[in-house]
């Protein structure tokens, strides 16, 4: 009886034809995703497809995405940049009307890629004041006691943005959101939602996640609260994101341009209500109207977040009586949480009351620590998803091919032929980096070839030792 060994030697050639496994660089044109800057993080995962105006002060920004938190500044992330310059999309959707463009002026946190995953991969674009854009609603930051008061574990948000739809798809363009609860804040800036059902992917770098303000009673209208920048864990569109928080962004657009962008809170997040504290976005995603000419409900009632409409104060604790022995028109104020003394009345002393709501939050601090991203040698767990372009190698689903330990293999006539040890070859000289008209090889792709050399190479050795042994076989048995 024969038995023919037969290795898969047709697929290992095939392993040194094409990039490492996982490399999303060799994707084909029509398979890789839009065309984003730097290490990709994060479409919209289980998300709706938005109608024209509904989320309208979401934008394109260089293929990522962004968010207008004033008529002359949008919010995105650091490695959607590629200079001091961005090309600012105002868009309802690919292939809708109304579109247009302007030429934005940015700056960031870190360069391109570097701070992707963490509290430096913020970054700003400052643009013209422009009649068109005056017709977009802006939705202003969630900072300070606000975001003290709101800003929890266990909240929802909306994730908004035109990317695509999950690992490998070509639906971007789009504009689509979904709905998501916080699942951890860190204090060096990062704020982790979603899973991998509900999330970000492809196309939605530096792209939004909203929020609306209420205590169950009042509607005190929507705020962004981030902008996306990294998957949560090593995956493709199937994990969380990371989000840096947007004051990240505040405390840099504020100290830089001298502009303030917080309507309700002052530069360390104190209650100081402005007059454009006011008449925000309450339903952005039932919008009505032709882009950009959006019809937005909004706000009516005083805002009052963090303390009364009007004041400078939080809002008064409890405890706040007045005296029965207070005189008439002795009526007294309970404004400050302190419990201060009467308005009028000589005999009307207030008892101390409990702290207001919405102590003034502290300016979150922004560590240094740098995060190794997708870039020329990155590991594969290093941060945004992998993808395809013209910027750097991609660190996204690497996955290493198996050991190169030669099986046993079958009997001839009854014995058991167990093949030698595998020789291991030291690896050919890595090839040089390609570029666009080929594979990105990163260190990671680099290993992974050297890996498929030697098990070829091995493969072969196997082949020819049990080869030998058959032909001598065959010769003893005619003989």
Known sequence: MRIWVHLPLSTLALLLTTCAIG???????AEEGPSE????????VGGE?????????????????????HPRVITTAAHCLTGTTAKINFTAGKGMPGAFSLTGTCKAGARGSSGGGTGRDWAYCMIPEDPRVAQLPITPPLVGCEAE???????S????GFGITGPRKNDNGIKRAVEVKINKITTDGIVDIGDKNVGACHGDSGGPIYMKLTDGTHDWGYRVFGSTSSAGGNCDCTCSTRYVNIAQHVKAIEENEKIDVTPCTDANGKWDPTPACANFQSDPRNATGTYPMCNVTKTTAPIATCGEPGTSGPLAGSGGQPSSAAGAGGATTSLGGAGGAPAVGTAGAVSAGVAGIGAAAGTVAVTGGTTALAGAAAPAAAGGYARAGTTGSNAGRGTSVGANTAGTTGTVTGAVQTAGSVATLPPPPSPAPRTSSGCQVSASSG?????????????MMVYWRVSRRQ????SLVRE
Do not use: E
């Not at 800057?37 to 919209?44: D, E, K, M, N, Y």
């Not at 497809?49 to 394109?60: E, L, R, Y």
């Not at 948000?157 to 908004?160: A, K, L, P, Y």
């Open 49 to 69: 497809i938005s109608d024209p105006c509904d989320w309208p002060s979401t934008v394109d920004v260089n293929g990522c995405t962004g968010t207008l938190i």
């Open 23 to 29: 490399d999303d660089s060799a994707l084909s044109p």
């Open 447 to 459: 290993a992974a070839a050297s890996q498929a050399w030697t098990l070829l190479l091995g493969g």
């Open 37 to 44: 800057v730097g290490a990709l993080a994060a479409a919209v």
């Open 471 to 474: 032909r001598r076989m065959r």
């Open 149 to 155: 008061r709101f800003l929890k574990v266990g909240a």
């Open 157 to 160: 948000g909306w994730v908004v």
